[in-house]
């Protein structure tokens, strides 16, 4: 929807097909980096979506063997860099649902429900796009496709495009409960890691549809553990109270278990098709970098489109958008995420303390914080992706 805005800003027209019915409400990212928060506000959206998430300056390492925090990072340090200093607590789902419902009414930004992709064919000229929608099977005439359909892409796989990494045999479970962890633990900032050698958990803090808002952790799950064992109320009950120890049983909202993988496409573009997104890249979700990455992708991919087919370009931006953004998908989104869940689940005690007091130290020089905050927010793979031709 990121990329379909910045386009149609642009004066192109676009059309984007959604297989489902209906925006969907899918409970995976939330976290806003500045980076992302300031593209956003170059389309006039960030003002309108602060007051609706939680602003969170600071982040919190912890770990949960001694129930420490060994280290916090708090972006106000950066207000001389960033123009939002600060992450945006803000669930995807309403993010692309607020931008269909706000700009998506012209015919010039159409988009439609119920019409999943099942076809394409390049032409001389352009693209035959074939769609399943409720009248049947269908064709449209596009001059470029954008896969922007997700990690099992029908575009990417298609156009015949590789999607190399790698699947975790572990599998994660995230649950949202509505008992105020915030104010239960004062430990506990809007986003936290805990690093632990049997559980490491990522906690954070989202609106949901009501207040007090939502806790949502994410932890693993042992590769022979079923589905049904893990999502049985009580297991769930019991991993919560393992983590936090209250009174009484929690309210869980919503809770599921998926697999997580880091894969990136062979290539972001294939002739007139281009990918997009966790179609293009998937990372695990610590550092919550996927959907941010997948935005800053948009950005970068709308800004050349237009000025390719504008006529103020060659083709080759494109083949330029894709060695950029690849290059920020494997050289950070990949290997910031990997390291991090390395950093979470470090069994070695020696290694653990290693990895704490170095994580202490650059959190207490101020300029090696800044340096820590500009790579986890994305600024250093914006910038260097930036220089590659
Ligand atoms: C638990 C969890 C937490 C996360 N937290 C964060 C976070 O805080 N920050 C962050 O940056 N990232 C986070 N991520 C990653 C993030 O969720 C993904 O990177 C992001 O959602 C990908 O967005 P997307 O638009 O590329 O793909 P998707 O959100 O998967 O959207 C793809 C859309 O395409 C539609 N579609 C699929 N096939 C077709 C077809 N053939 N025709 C038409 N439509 C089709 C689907 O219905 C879907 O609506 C998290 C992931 C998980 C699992």
Redesign the pocket.
């Known amino acids: 929807m990121v990329c379909a805005l910045a386009l149609n800003r642009r004066g192109i027209p676009v059309t984007v ?4 019915p209906a925006p ?1 409400e ?8 500045p980076t992302t928060l300031e593209m956003l506000d170059d389309l006039g959206v960030t003002e309108k979506i602060i007051p609706l998430g939680l602003v969170s300056s600071a982040y919190r390492f912890h770990d949960r063997v001694s129930y420490s925090v060994v280290a916090e990072f708090d972006l106000d340090q950066m207000r001389d860099e960033f123009r939002f200093p600060f992450v945006l607590q803000y669930e ?1 789902y309403k993010l ?1 649902a607020s931008i269909a419902a706000e700009y998506a009414n012209a015919s010039d930004f159409d988009v439609r429900f119920s ?4 076809g394409l064919t390049e032409t001389a000229d352009g693209v035959d796009v074939e ?1 399943i929608s409720p009248g049947g099977t269908e064709h449209v005439q596009a001059s470029y496709v954008i896969g ?8 990417r796989k298609l156009a015949d495009i590789e999607f190399e990494g790698f699947t975790y045999p572990e599998r ?1 479970i ?1 649950i949202a409960t509505s008992f105020d962890l915030g104010v239960a633990n004062p430990k506990v900032a809007f986003r936290n890691y805990f690093s632990d050698p049997n559980e490491w958990c990522n906690l ?1 803090k989202v609106q949901g549809k009501r207040p007090p808002g939502l806790w ?1 952790a ?1 932890m693993p799950i042992k590769a022979e553990e079923t589905d049904e064992a893990v999502l049985d109320p009580e297991a769930i009950e019991q991993r919560l109270q393992k983590f936090f120890p209250k009174i009484g049983r929690y309210d869980v909202e919503y809770v599921n278990v ?1 697999a ?1 993988h880091q894969r990136v496409a062979a290539t972001f573009r294939k002739g007139r098709v281009l990918l ?4 293009a890249h ?2 695990n ?1 610590i550092g ?7 935005i800053h992708d948009g950005i970068n991919l709308a800004d050349k489109l237009a000025r390719v087919i504008h006529g103020e370009g060659a083709d080759e931006l494109l083949d330029v958008y894709s060695r950029q953004r690849r290059h920020a998908a494997v050289k950070y989104v990949q290997a910031q995420t990997i390291a991090n869940k390395r950093l979470m689940e470090e069994r070695d005690p020696a290694v653990r303390q290693t990895n704490f007091d170095e994580l202490r130290h650059t959190a207490e020089n101020a300029e090696t914080a800044k340096a820590y905050m500009r790579r986890a927010a994305l600024a250093d793979s914006l910038r260097d992706a930036a220089a590659v031709t």
């Open positions: 097909f959604e297989q489902e969907v899918d409970q995976r990212a939330a976290s806003l980096h995807q692309t019409h999943a992709v099942t769609f922007c359909d997700g990690g099992r892409s029908t575009v994660f995230k954070f949502r994410i998926y997580a997009a997104g966790d179609s998937v990372n979700p919550g970098m996927g959907m941010n990455g997948g």
